[in-house]
Nanobody, 117 residues
Framework: VQLVESGGGLVQPGGSLRLSCAGS????????MKWFRQAPGKEREMVAG????????NYAESVKGRFIISRDNIRAMVYLQMNSLKLEDTAIYFC???????????WGQGTQVTVSS
C-alpha cells in the first residue's frame, strides 16, 4: 500500500499550488480521502476531506473558499488545489485514506509547502 504526495514547494503569499496524492495497493474508490497538514510545533490538523464518490467535501474553516479537494477514482488520485496562500499555510501536507466501515487507514509521507515572501 502506498500514498505518494507531490506538488509541494515554495510559493509567495497569494500564490497557488496544486498537491497530488497517488494511491496504490488498495481499492482506492472505497476509501474516504483527506488532506491533513502539520506545521512546526503544532498538531496535525485536517484540511479537507472528500467522500468516496466525490459528492461531498468538507474543509477546515481556515481554508474554506481558498482550497479545493477533488478525486479521480479511475486514476486513484486525490488533489488539493490551494489558492490565495498565506504564510500560515506553511506546513507538511499529508494525504490519508480511511476505509468506510472499517478502521483501516493509510498515510502518505507528506510534502512540504512553504509560503514565504
Amino acid at each position: 500500500v502506498q500514498l505518494v504526495e507531490s506538488g509541494g514547494g515554495l510559493v509567495q503569499p497569494g500564490g497557488s499550488l496544486r498537491l497530488s496524492c497517488a494511491g496504490s495497493g488498495f481499492t482506492f474508490r472505497y476509501y474516504v480521502m483527506k488532506w491533513f497538514r502539520q506545521a512546526p510545533g503544532k498538531e496535525r490538523e485536517m484540511v479537507a476531506g472528500v467522500t468516496i464518490d466525490g459528492g461531498r467535501k468538507n474543509y477546515a474553516e481556515s481554508v474554506k473558499g481558498r482550497f479545493i479537494i477533488s478525486r479521480d477514482n479511475i486514476r486513484a488520485m486525490v488533489y488539493l488545489q490551494m489558492n490565495s496562500l498565506k504564510l500560515e499555510d506553511t506546513a507538511i501536507y499529508f494525504c490519508k485514506a480511511e476505509g468506510q466501515g472499517s478502521n483501516t487507514e493509510y498515510w502518505g509521507q507528506g510534502t512540504q509547502v512553504t509560503v514565504s515572501s
